[in-house]
């Protein structure tokens, strides 16, 4: 599980940087798509639908991503669209 959620962690990086995040961002986009990808392994271990671990995924992305805004006056969508990517 932890190859998957650091392989998460590096695509989701991989991603900020094709989107043209700037790179004081780029961890806190890749940690906010590494902890929703974390959530939807443990949600299916844990043997839980897959339709509700997606929804748990998405929603902690959400919130990191929204969380990440706020503390550093960055707009939302740079967290969050390459944060969703590992799940999509």
């Known amino acids: 599980m932890l190859v998957q959620v650091v392989g998460a962690f590096v695509a989701v990086i991989a991603a900020s940087v094709t989107f043209g995040v700037s790179k004081k961002f780029l961890v806190y986009s890749g940690l906010a798509g590494a902890v929703s990808w974390f959530v939807y392994l443990l949600l299916l271990n844990r ?3 897959e ?18 805004a706020r503390a550093l006056k960055a707009p939302v969508t740079i967290f969050q669209i390459p944060a969703i990517l590992p799940t999509v």
């Open 47 to 49: 043997e839980v639908n």
């Open 51 to 68: 339709l509700i671990a997606v929804f748990a995924a998405t929603l902690v992305s959400a919130l990191l991503s929204h969380i990440f």
